[in-house]
């Protein structure tokens, strides 16, 4: 079986565009979360998606922004690029539920200039 | 705001040696867990940890969840150079189930 896919794998951006990292998660999970991992950090949560529905937001800007479509594949959205948004992406997928295992992808690296 | 500190943040041992990372919660977790992230990788489940003094082990990793579900270690014993990472633990959210990570333990075995 498949694992959670990520793409793209590595972009450069600059400063004041917009990305769209796109992510597929585990056969038969409904709930996806999304973190931003900066370099010599823990993962920071971003959102959570269930159902299609958002479950959580993370304190992050409005810049942020994502969604979940009807396969329960998502799509992380960021505007306005700014350099303090380099970092690792991190897509994960659960069964769903409190207390559910999250399983990572392996990530969209960003890096803006 | 609900954090989860892990330490040290970084400790170097010769191959052999024991390693042993901690974690506290400033709140009363549900559950913990540990997660391995090699150098250039993207974090990997170990194990969840749901019981108060719940101790688990794999082959030469021990977990640990503290009585009080607010604190947890992992343990290896005879590190090896496949032991090289950085190991973060989480816990969740108490009001939205969101997984808290911890900064992580770098961890460097030399040969």
């Known amino acids: 079986d498949a694992g959670v896919t990520q793409s793209p794998t590595h972009l450069i951006k600059t400063r004041g565009q917009h990305v769209t990292l796109r992510c597929s998660p585990i056969?038969?999970?409904?709930?996806v979360s999304w973190y931003q991992q900066v370099l010599g950090q823990g993962p920071q949560f971003i959102f959570q998606?269930?159902?299609?529905?958002?479950?959580g937001r993370g304190n992050f800007p409005d810049r942020f922004s994502a969604r979940q479509f009807p396969n329960y594949s998502s799509e992380l959205n960021v505007n306005a690029l700014l350099l303090g948004d380099s970092a690792l992406y991190l897509c994960?997928?659960?069964?769903?539920?409190?207390?559910?295992?999250?399983?990572f992808g392996e990530g969209s690296w960003l890096t803006v200039v | 705001g609900q954090q989860v500190m892990q330490i040290p943040q970084y400790q170097h041992v010769q191959e052999g040696e024991d390693f042993t990372t901690y974690c506290n919660s400033s709140?009363?977790?549900?559950?913990i867990q540990w997660y391995k992230q090699r150098p250039g990788g993207h974090p990997v489940f170990l194990i969840q940890?749901?019981?108060?003094?719940e101790v688990k082990k794999q082959k030469r990793l021990t977990f640990q969840f503290g009585e009080a579900k607010k604190n947890s270690s992992l343990h290896i014993t005879a590190t090896q150079t496949t032991d090289v990472g950085t190991y973060f633990c989480?816990?969740?959210?108490?009001?939205?189930?969101?997984?808290?990570f911890g900064q992580g333990t770098t961890l460097q075995v030399k040969p």
């Open positions: 994960a997928s659960s069964a769903g539920g409190t207390g559910n295992t999250i399983y």
């Open positions: 056969s038969g999970h409904k709930s």
């Open positions: 998606y269930y159902e299609k529905e958002e479950r």
């Open positions: 709140t009363t977790l549900s559950n």
């Open positions: 940890l749901v019981k108060s003094g």
């Open positions: 989480a816990g969740p959210s108490s009001n939205t189930g969101k997984l808290i």
